[in-house]
């Protein structure tokens, strides 16, 4: 049974636009949301992170939007570059630093 | 030093050979992880080890054995494996303070 549902699977989005990216949970126990960008070859790296206390949280160009009572939330990517391109994963948490379940993931291709 | 190390980058063996995987960290985190990857898929939890004990063992086979030596290293010993374990094995600490998890680059494993 997949806890965590992303969509979409894959996104072009043309230079300097908004790449919009969603989650769904189902397990309410989760209490941490993080984002993580993979290039190929390389490992994930933490993007940006929510706790479910906050309904957004903005870092420079991405933004996290949470929306508790839906059990959704979404990766908003503004001006979107060329740079952006990769895989984006998002995951949840219960506490104690215990399993992530990761989305599938979403292979976001910007045009330049 | 924000940093998840781990050796080799590329590994290629046969289905009788005894190999090991080692990834190290100097961050204090006392969470640390190994993931399975597959192509266009998201990492697949395998191990956790809590204070260098082992807390979560995802029912993965016993040809996969991991040690934790001490707080910042973190092994994989390999032992006839088959083809389909080729993938991408990464290596993750978490900080538990702030729930953030750094991943390594990762080894690309063949089994031939």
């Known amino acids: 049974q997949q806890q965590v549902k992303q969509s979409p699977q894959s996104l072009i989005v043309q230079k300097g636009g908004i790449s919009i990216i969603n989650c769904a949970y189902e397990?309410?126990?989760?209490?941490?949301f993080p984002w993580y960008q993979q290039f190929p070859g390389k490992g994930p790296a933490l993007l940006i992170a929510i706790r479910p206390d906050v309904s957004e949280k903005k870092e420079g160009r991405f933004t996290i939007s949470f929306n508790k009572s839906a059990k959704q939330f979404s990766l908003h990517i503004m001006d979107s570059q060329p740079g952006d391109s990769a895989t984006y994963f998002c995951a949840a948490r219960g506490t104690n630093a215990g399993k992530s379940t990761f989305g599938d993931g979403t292979t976001l291709t910007v045009k330049p | 030093d924000t940093e998840v190390t781990q050796t080799p980058k590329h590994l290629v063996m046969g289905m009788t050979n005894k190999k090991s995987l080692k990834c190290e960290q100097h961050?204090?985190?006392?969470?640390m992880y190994w993931y399975k990857q597959k192509a266009k898929k998201p990492p697949e939890l395998m191990f956790v080890y809590s204070y260098e004990k082992l807390s979560i063992n995802e029912s993965v086979p016993s040809r996969f054995s991991p040690e934790c030596p001490n707080s910042s290293l973190l092994n994989l010993h390999l032992h006839a494996l088959q083809p389909e374990d080729s993938a991408l094995y990464l290596c993750?600490?978490?900080?538990?303070?702030?729930?953030?998890?750094?991943f390594g680059p990762g080894t690309r494993l063949t089994v031939l």
């Open positions: 961050m204090g985190h006392r969470a």
């Open positions: 993750a600490s978490t900080d538990m303070g702030t729930d953030t998890q750094y």
């Open positions: 397990n309410t126990a989760f209490d941490y």
